[in-house]
């Protein structure tokens, strides 16, 4: 009988962890619904409004109350292909409790006679900043009223014999530089944050599972009394909590796949892409995170005396890294190189890169990567050096 | 063959709470609680020695040790002329622990969990597995062999621990209160497997208990632990004649507890 080496421990130790962890068929179900939902639900929802403003678009209606008072104006609103409807009578109630998805044009009663005489008649748009869906609908309304408003002086100068061209002094176009993938991130900047959630819910579990949990069942004094290192077992058990982190997240960028399908709104499929040169650019960024949320969320766990009290502590750290995406997503456009190297928000960085479609260089890569590196081996030796203590406590 | 040699242990314990204002003035000294103060013991080859004492002695704390789980403050353990505090890898692999927590993995069988421990010890997957059939034999596990761990009795439960314990065939035995919990039957049984390993495989088993008939039917030597310290050993008979007692019962309360009484 030879003492196996410590490399021969580690891959002991993983395989019996892995097995332990497979067979936990309820866990295991509980951790990939939700990493497997997360994305196609997401998409659709998202999709799902886009194809709202999309179809609101193509209708081309506009609501307006005391029509009849503004002959001209319903003229003008013909022309342009909108067709006018009349709004109901309790519009305000039913803008405020979303009911109701346009924005109302209030026409007074004196609208044709002031405009005849020049004085400037007044309009009002009616909308409801939060209600979404009325609120998007107010930008159209505007510029068409604008629109109406141009032609009339333009009309008026004509009479007059000045050129309208007066009234424009300087051209505008607009000249947009973003990619369709860049145009799309606009809706898919939420995506990484819910990749790096199920990371953190991957690990999680098997994280508390194989320290403090192997404590409370009263299996970890029994598993120290082989002869083997410490840094050889807790090398095994954090190798099998980073592949089923990796196994979740690996689901969760999966699912993004099939979920384009599900996109209804064609401008966003289009925008939207997501192969597997996406999967595989989401899997190079994230093994580094799985690598060291696993590592981290054992040092936490294994300080505790119970699940419990592992699991209060182990929130903490998952706060930190679940909500560091919304540095990004708070500060849109305003990156700096150091994100790159905080966990998590470095990952975040780095997929919404890929979303956008740009390639990712080394040195964009080489921090998150080095960070994750230097804090999983401070990880594991530190519970490493703690283990024996665990148990007598 | 275990030599425990005058060993101590103490432990920080939470000071008591002070009062009043001096409670946020002044930082609470150290409390300590000495655990084990001077345990010895000497355990030879094919013998059973018992380690008996009352609850809170310090059997449990010096079992620990032997174990290398914690290095005592003072004396010296030795398992085969092997120091534990020195080279814990070499003397673990000598010995086979059912410690105070014996927890099993519930969702593998009892023959995996067995596997599992053979193969840290350094057996072949193959050697493991002829251990475990042959471990199921003498401690009458057959049955439950290959079931999950997670719906076993105590005592289903007890026998897979200690198994897992005996898997790398170590020639010194430990034992933590191995009957705890167990019933008639499988503690007889127990006795029965734990008897063969000595007389016959010339094991060394070191055993703690506070049960006072399964030291009289098992241990060819006991040693008797009170207030972290060793106070008397010898054979059940002559322990009996050192006490001046006839029921080993009282032998013992006299020898655990004598000073005490006195000083009272």
């Known amino acids: ?393 | 063959m275990i030599t425990l040699d005058q060993i101590a242990k103490r432990f920080k314990a939470p000071a008591p709470k002070a009062q009043g204002l001096s409670a946020l003035l002044r930082k609470p000294a150290a409390h300590w609680v000495e655990a084990v103060k001077n345990v010895s013991l000497q355990a030879g080859n094919g013998r059973i020695t018992g380690l008996l004492g009352p609850n809170g002695a310090g059997k449990t704390t010096s079992l620990r040790m032997l174990a290398g789980l914690f290095q005592p403050d003072a004396g010296r353990i030795e398992v085969d002329g092997i120091d534990v505090q020195r080279e814990p890898q070499a003397a673990l692999a000598r010995m086979g622990i059912l410690g105070d927590a014996h927890g099993l993995y519930p969702r593998l069988t009892a023959r995996e969990n067995i596997v599992y421990f053979g193969r840290l010890q350094g057996l072949s997957r193959e050697q493991a597995e002829a251990r475990s059939e042959a471990l199921s034999e003498l401690l009458d596990l057959k049955k439950v062999i290959d079931r999950r761990a997670e719906g076993f009795s105590q005592g289903e439960r007890m026998k897979t621990a200690l198994a897992r314990a005996l898997v790398h065939d170590p020639a010194n035995i430990v034992l933590d209160e191995p009957t705890n919990g167990l019933d008639v039957l499988a503690t007889r049984s127990l006795r029965e497997a734990l008897r063969v390993l000595a007389r016959e495989q010339g094991k060394c088993i070191v055993f703690s208990t506070h049960i006072m008939q399964e030291v009289e039917y098992l241990c060819d030597e006991v040693v008797v632990v009170a207030r972290g310290a060793s106070v008397a050993r010898g054979t059940v008979d002559e322990l009996k004649q050192q006490a001046g007692c006839e029921r080993f019962e009282d032998a013992f309360v006299a020898l655990a507890f004598g000073n005490e009484r006195e000083a009272a």
Not at chain 1, 58 to 69: D, P
Not at chain 1, 81 to 101: F, I, Q, S, W
Not at chain 1, 214 to 234: D, Q, T, Y
Not at chain 1, 313 to 318: F, G
């Open chain 1, 1 to 393: 009988m030879s003492t196996p080496s410590l490399m021969n421990h580690v891959v002991i130790v993983f395989l019996k962890e892995l097995v332990d962890a497979l067979r936990d068929r309820r866990t295991l179900l509980r951790l990939a619904v939700p990493a497997l939902l997360a994305g196609p639900l997401m998409l659709m929802l998202m999709s799902g409004l886009i194809a709202q403003f999309e179809t609101r678009a193509e209708q081309r209606e506009v609501l307006v109350q005391g029509m009849q008072h503004a002959p001209t104006l319903r003229n003008y609103f013909e022309r342009q292909n909108y067709t006018v409807k009349e709004a109901p009578a309790d519009y305000e109630v039913r803008l405020r409790d979303g009911k109701l998805a346009d924005p109302v044009l209030l026409v007074p009663a004196d609208f044709e006679d002031k405009l005849a005489r020049a004085e400037g008649p007044e309009l009002e748009l009616v909308t409801d900043s939060a209600n979404q869906r009325a609120n998007v609908g107010a930008g159209p309304i505007s510029r068409l009223v604008e629109g109406f408003g141009r032609e009339r002086a333009g009309l008026h100068l004509m009479l007059r014999g000045i050129s309208p061209e007066l009234l424009k002094p300087v051209d505008l176009n607009e000249r947009d530089l973003a990619s369709p993938g860049a145009r799309a991130s606009r809706i898919t900047v939420m995506i990484p944050m819910f990749v790096i959630m199920a990371v953190l819910y991957g690990c999680l579990t098997a994280a508390l599972d194989s320290t403090s949990g192997e404590r409370e069942r009263g299996s970890l004094e029994p598993l120290l009394m082989n002869p083997a290192k410490p840094l050889g077992i807790v090398s095994g058990k954090w190798l099998a909590v980073a592949l089923l982190g990796a196994g979740v997240a690996g689901l969760c960028s999966l699912s993004f796949m099939p979920a384009q399908l599900l996109l209804r709104s064609d401008a966003l499929a289009a925008m939207f892409r997501f192969g597997w040169g996406e999967v595989a650019s989401f899997a190079l960024i994230l093994l580094p995170l799985c690598a060291a949320l696993g590592a981290v969320l054992m040092a936490v766990a294994i300080r505790t005396k119970t699940f419990k009290e592992a699991q209060a502590s182990a929130t903490l750290a998952m706060t930190l890294v679940g909500l560091a995406p919304m540095v990004s997503i708070m500060n849109p456009g305003g990156d700096a190189p150091w994100q790159l190297w905080i966990p998590g928000l470095g990952q975040n960085q780095l997929m919404l890169l890929v979303l956008k479609g740009e390639p990712i260089t080394l040195l964009q890569w080489g921090p998150a990567v080095l960070t994750a590196a230097v804090l999983t081996s401070a990880c594991l030796v530190y519970v490493a050096r703690h283990m024996r203590e665990a148990v007598s406590r």
